[in-house]
């Protein structure tokens, strides 16, 4: 089973509508988690860190759910620009993180 | 926030020839660094982990005498891929990370290595 798993989708969605994301992974040790958003042939940049309360930023809201440990990503009034790979992350307590392969999401006019 | 930088950005070389990527944290000190490839449309890949003075861990199936690593001080880390060839074309991407727990990681814009 690999540590971290995302649909690849994608995730074709007209503009304006919501979307959201799960990830699941195996190590319950994991510590620390973020969602990460990667451009095409760009370097993935941080969107936001997940916490166990649940955190939100403007249209995005991140979950955590340690007891089903997965982690969840909702995009709400979904704009053209979101249209990227969301790559999900666990990182254990060596700092040694672990990506999922990503969702691509694609957002439609 | 803290920004790392990636040298070259781009490197097209011939097959056989060896490159070398520098990774620098600009404007913190980075006791643990990483360096990842990216295959076109799929994940990052850990290939080692980078610790200032000391010898870096590779991850199982990544051969330390072709991607040699250094990292020399805490500001810089080095991958060189030795005698390159064209399956080593890929985008190469450095993290750092300043080793406090939990704390996030700061990439590098990546390196996009064509060997001919």
């Known amino acids: 089973r690999k540590e971290v798993e995302q649909d690849p989708g994608p995730f074709n969605v007209p503009e304006g509508a919501t979307v959201a994301f799960n990830c699941t992974y195996s190590n319950s040790a994991s510590q620390s988690f973020f969602w990460y958003r990667q451009d095409c042939r760009k370097e993935p940049k941080l969107l936001m860190s997940v916490y166990s309360s649940g955190n939100e930023d403007g249209r995005f809201t991140a979950q955590l759910n340690r007891a089903s440990q997965y982690i969840s990503l909702l995009i709400r009034d979904s704009k053209l620009s979101d249209s990227a790979t969301y790559l999900c992350v666990a990182m254990n307590r060596d700092d040694k993180i672990i990506f999922g392969k990503g969702t691509r999401l694609h957002i439609l006019p | 926030g803290a920004v790392v930088s990636q040298h070259p950005s781009r490197v097209i070389c011939k097959s056989g020839t060896s490159v070398k990527i520098e990774c620098r944290s600009l404007d913190f000190q980075a006791t643990t660094m990483f360096w990842y490839r990216q295959f076109p449309k799929k994940s990052l890949m850990l290939m080692a982990t980078?610790?200032?003075?000391?010898?870096?861990?590779?991850e199982q199936g990544v051969e330390k005498d072709k991607f040699l690593i250094n990292h020399a001080s805490l500001t810089l880390s080095t991958l060189t891929v030795t005698s390159a060839h064209p399956e080593d074309s890929s985008f190469y991407i450095c993290?750092?990370?300043?080793?406090?727990?939990?704390?996030?990681?700061?990439f590098g814009p990546g390196t996009r290595l064509t060997v001919l």
């Open positions: 993290s750092a990370t300043t080793g406090i727990l939990y704390n996030e990681q700061f």
């Open positions: 980078s610790n200032e003075g000391s010898k870096a861990t590779y």
